[in-house]
């Protein structure tokens, strides 16, 4: 952006079209400009000036916008004399414009938050905004909204305050606190029952609690408590300020998870929220779905809270199974959405009993899984005059897989054989309606898989009964039993006797456009479980394949489909396999072969990508057992595929997207045969360099890795392969140079150092004796700053494993020759590798990252921790000791604290804890 100072006119004018202009390139232009705008220095003066002049509200609304986001990015661009003229400024803003529009309120509430979470002179903020504005009933609403905003702003990933300023800022609220309450509760008797005052009561009170510095003795005994449970409890109230007062209530529960220190809170809490079950019968008379999804969530979060009491204390005091009562009597609600809140629960419980391993303790809680079961079934039930199969796209659908899991999940405590036994005899004994049928068959589908499959009758009758269901039933009652018999699978291989009746019975699926796909994966269940059974029907599969596209079938359902017959491919004789494999592939290589002999467009018919894809997955699944000095069975194949798949990628070498399906399916081609595609790898590698020096598409660079996992130990490849490295850097250096090169490139930083590492890992030698790895070092040291997990991943791996080589002597003979050359590398690079790590740990990186950095840490201490010692204290001194705001970031105490932690270190995961809790002091 220009360095001139912009008008208001001007910004006036950019806003005006960021919203009017009728055309969106206008739109996006000033959308733009206004974000270049907002991160200029001159955005402080301007945004004051535009709430000054109180025009337009979108005008306000942007200015008080800047004003956050400037304080919350940009706050370190003004010196300390500024903060105190800011902070007043703001406060008459608000004051000024507090009737003028909601969103403005808020977004000057978060300004001013924002600003005294940093501003470390502004002490006792909230006793100053009370004392100056509780009285005033006018300025009410926004002192609520700055007092709502605040405790949740103490926790905002957009401001790095640092744990030393959060500890005191937590503190400092903690003793305010009774100070908010009491004048909260002051504002209910004043207001009486008027309902935004209450709202913005309950939203503050819960803010305050989700904080968790309100003293619960103090909150046992406050009105404010017995006013929520009112409001919950009566009929009149209107939805907006019920679910206030239920999100308040959930946020009581929540503060309170360690029960033992806040039993009297605790105690009223539970005994109030008991006293809700008739309104929510109320609600359910009414018809008021809110208000009974509000209920529905406290009674969760209730459950949540003591779910650790209930468990260990069952029917005691806070243990009370009461609880429980209340979300089986929310899951017998008529809509599927009430019963699906408390999921999460009952998925806790289960993990929780399943880990206390107790029979006496599961005893107590099967009748209550029971009912829970019972219920999701009967939740699962399509409409009676639904027509069709079962989607699994829409809420339903997606609310059906949740129940799947969750059933799976807790399964054990009713027992799957009894389950199943009880869900097949409702069926057997009472002839149920077509939706209550499909329904228990769904539920069976989820537990087959938990059935012990051995020595079953119960699972054989299922089977036998369901292949001769007849074709009159529903279509979703067959396409459910299909899915049935391919989680049955298991049972199949047990019982040949089945697998004709079986597979008749899915290839009449497989011929309805319906029911085709579902019959697809049943068919790749059944090949997957009974590969030496179905080596016999090897014919019937081909022939599937041959028509596979005469079938109404998904890209997924044919690739499974191909999956399984590759998996009974390799099951055959070995001499066998290289026709049969031959036959398996002739569909896709003739689709390709057609492809190419046309002209290229933008038609979805001349994209290869179907039959790539294709190719892949009969290569990665057919790994047949080859003994040593065998050739190969599927090595001819691919040698014959490879000029297709060669012309191919040369046709497309500039669409990203057909090139990652080709190099995907050589990826599978070469791992397929191993060494046996040698006779590839010098055009493959001539190819790969050829297009990536125009075209730099990432995945030649994962293809790359492969060839070197596979040949990287040859000594007649490691030079071949060295050169391929060297002359794919030179394009991947160049593009990662640019301007935010690093990141907008993120998967070619992964893929160069998956190869790099690959390398080290195979041949490390060849490397580190290279002109090269000192430019991948180079370029790993700049991007160890990179937030992109898969990347940075990567990067870490690369740099783990590189001085790694210098540690172990893994009984190879080149153990001192690699120890010589990585410490070479380390005397000139270390402390340039230490700064750049410290800084991304502390500024750059999210938590996750930290035990991969860790690793890279541990490993410079193994090489030599004395010099680290000293490359660490000089990193140490760089960083900054205070925030913008005058607030000690660190202190001299944990700075010489963390450095011994690290250096004394005698495991990687102590170094790991130290740099978790140090960088907690900068976020």
């Known amino acids: 952006m220009a360095v001139d100072r912009p008008s208001l006119t001007v910004v006036y004018q950019a806003v005006k079209a960021l919203y009017h202009d009728p055309d969106p390139a206008g739109k996006e232009r000033a959308s733009v400009w206004l974000g270049e705008f907002q991160r200029s220095m001159f955005a402080w003066e301007i945004a004051d000036q535009l ?6 509200v979108e005008l306000c609304y942007f200015a008080a916008q800047t004003m956050k986001m400037k304080i919350q990015t940009s706050f370190n661009e003004l010196p300390p004399e500024t903060h105190a003229s800011l902070r007043d400024s703001l406060l008459t803003h608000i004051q000024n414009l507090k009737d003028v529009s909601p969103v403005i309120v808020t977004q000057l509430a978060l300004a001013i938050a924002d600003l005294a979470l940093q501003m470390a002179s502004w002490k006792g903020c909230v006793q100053m905004l009370t004392e100056k504005y509780g009285n005033d009933p006018s300025s009410l609403s926004f002192l609520l909204e700055i007092l709502t905003v605040l405790p949740e702003e103490v926790h905002s990933r957009s401001l790095r305050i640092g744990a030393n300023r959060r500890t005191e800022i937590i503190e400092d609220l903690a003793y305010s606190s009774s100070t908010v309450v009491s004048m909260l509760t002051a504002c209910t008797e004043s207001c ?4 935004k005052t209450l709202m913005k009561v309950f939203r503050c009170l819960g803010s305050w609690f989700n904080l968790g510095v309100l003293d619960s003795n103090f909150m046992a005994n406050n009105r404010l408590l017995l006013i929520l449970f009112q409001v919950l409890q009566r009929d009149e109230t209107s939805t907006n300020l019920h679910e206030a007062a239920s999100d308040c209530v959930c946020s009581a529960l929540y503060a309170i998870e360690n029960v033992e220190t806040t039993i009297p809170l605790a105690l009223h809490l539970f005994q109030g929220v008991l006293t809700l079950e008739s309104a929510y019968h109320m609600a359910v008379a009414r018809e008021d779905l809110d208000k009974v999804l509000n209920y529905c969530r406290i009674f969760t979060e ?4 003591f779910l650790e009491v209930i468990v260990q204390t069952p029917g005691q005091g806070l ?4 609880t429980l009562e209340l979300l089986l009597i929310c899951a017998g609600h008529a809509q599927y959405e009430v019963a699906e809140i408390s999921f999460n629960f009952w998925y806790r419980l289960g993990e929780y009993l399943y880990k206390m391993s107790d029979p006496s303790r ?8 029971q009912r829970l079961l019972h219920a999701l079934a009967r939740h699962c039930q399509l409409e009676p005059d639904h027509e069709g199969i079962p989607e699994d796209s829409d809420d339903f659908g997606e609310f059906r897989i949740r129940v799947s899991d969750l059933v799976k999940d807790v399964i054990f405590l009713v027992g799957s054989m009894e389950c199943f036994t009880q869900l097949y005899s409702t069926l057997k004994d009472s002839g149920p309606s077509w939706e209550i049928t ?10 087959a898989k938990s059935v012990d499959p051995d020595n079953n009758p119960t699972l054989a009758e299922v089977l036998e009964a369901v292949v001769q269901l007849p074709d009159t039933v529903h279509i979703a009652v067959r396409f459910t039993s299909i899915e049935l018999v391919g989680e049955l699978n298991e049972v199949v291989d047990r019982n040949p006797r089945f697998l004709d009746p079986v597979l008749n019975y899915l290839m009449k699926g497989l011929r309805e456009k319906t029911l085709a ?3 697809a994966k049943a068919i790749q269940n059944i090949c997957s479980s009974c590969r030496d059974h179905m080596t016999h029907h090897f014919e019937g599969l081909l022939e599937i394949v041959r028509s596979l596209d005469t079938f109404s079938l998904s890209h997924e359902a044919a690739i499974g489909l191909l999956k399984g017959t590759a998996l009974v491919l390799c099951r055959l004789p070995l001499d066998k396999i290289t026709e049969c494999l031959s036959e398996l592939c002739a569909v896709q290589v003739m689709a390709l072969k057609k492809l190419l002999a046309q002209e290229l467009s933008n038609d979805l018919a001349t994209d290869p990508t179907i039959w790539l894809d294709r190719l892949a997955v009969i290569f990665r699944h057919t790994n047949p057992i080859v003994e040593n000095g065998q050739t190969h069975p599927c090595q001819k194949v691919i040698h014959e595929i490879w000029p297709v798949l060669s012309e191919t990628l040369n046709k497309h070498q500039a669409d990203n997207r057909i090139v990652e399906r080709c190099c995907r399916c050589l990826r599978f081609a070469v791992r397929c045969v191993g060494k046996g595609s040698a006779a590839l790898l010098q055009p493959l590698v001539t190819q790969m360099v050829n297009v990536y020096r125009v075209h730099p598409h990432s995945c030649f660079l994962y293809l790359g890795s492969i060839l070197v996992d596979e040949y990287g130990m040859e000594d007649g490849c490691r030079q071949g392969l060295l050169d391929m490295v060297q002359a794919l ?13 690093l990141r907008d490139h993120p998967d070619t930083v992964d893929d160069l150092f998956r190869l790099a590492t690959r390398f080290i890992q195979r041949s490390p030698t060849t490397l580190l004796q290279s002109q090269i790895i000192i430019h991948i070092l180079n370029c790993a040291i700049a991007a160890v700053i990179l937030d992109h997990r898969d990347a940075n991943c990567s990067i870490m791996k690369f740099l783990r494993d590189l001085i790694h080589t210098g540690v172990a002597k893994d009984h190879e003979d080149d153990f001192e020759l690699r120890e010589g050359l990585i410490k070479q590398v380390m005397t000139q690079h270390g402390q340039q590798l230490v700064n750049q790590l410290l800084q991304a740990v502390c500024f750059c990186l999210p938590p996750y990252t930290l035990p991969d950095l860790a690793e890279v840490i541990w490993e410079i201490m193994q090489i030599d921790r004395v010099t680290f010692c000293r490359w660490l204290e000089i990193s140490l001194k760089s960083l900054p000791k205070e925030t913008a705001g005058g607030a000690v970031t660190v202190t001299h105490k944990q700075l010489t604290d963390f450095h011994k932690q690290v250096t004394s270190a005698d495991e990687c995961k102590k170094v790991c804890w130290a740099l978790r809790d140090f960088t907690r002091l900068f976020r």
């Open 51 to 56: 709430l000054q002049l109180q025009q337009e």
């Open 192 to 195: 009486g029952n008027e309902e």
């Open 302 to 305: 209730l459950s949540e809270t």
């Open 319 to 322: 243990g009370d199974l009461r």
């Open 362 to 369: 599961h005893a107590v809680f099967r009748p209550y899984i």
């Open 438 to 447: 499909e329904a228990v068959l769904f539920i069976m589908a989820s537990i």
């Open 517 to 519: 796909s579902a019959a």
């Open 729 to 741: 850097c030179m394009p991947t250096f160049q593009l990662l140079e640019q301007p935010n090169g």
